[in-house]
């Protein structure tokens, strides 16, 4: 069961205290209330989505979700890697000497 997100206010309350206090992952942890792991998350995120501080005034809970949190890149049921050539792959394992 996947965790649950921290509110957006929590979130800013992370970014504001790395970004404006500097302070490191576990002082942030200690005071947010959260593991160290889930704080380097979030500021994993906000690094991938180019997020300073200060936060932009204009900029919405939604639009800060919508930042570190985007939209999957692919398809439901799309597959990851490219198929093999299956035909290919079972003359090879016929060939005499194949390991089966």
Known sequence: ??????????????????????ASARVIAREVGVGRTTVQDYLARANAAGLGWPLASDLTDE???QLLFP??????GARRYPEP????LVREMKRPG???
């Open 85 to 88: 050539d299956w035909a290919v």
């Open 71 to 76: 939209a999957p890149s692919c398809k439901p």
């Open 63 to 65: 639009a800060l979700e």
């Open 1 to 22: 069961m996947p965790t649950e997100r921290l509110t957006m206010r929590r979130i800013r309350q992370v970014l504001h205290l790395h970004f404006g206090a500097r």
């Open 98 to 100: 194949s390991a089966c």
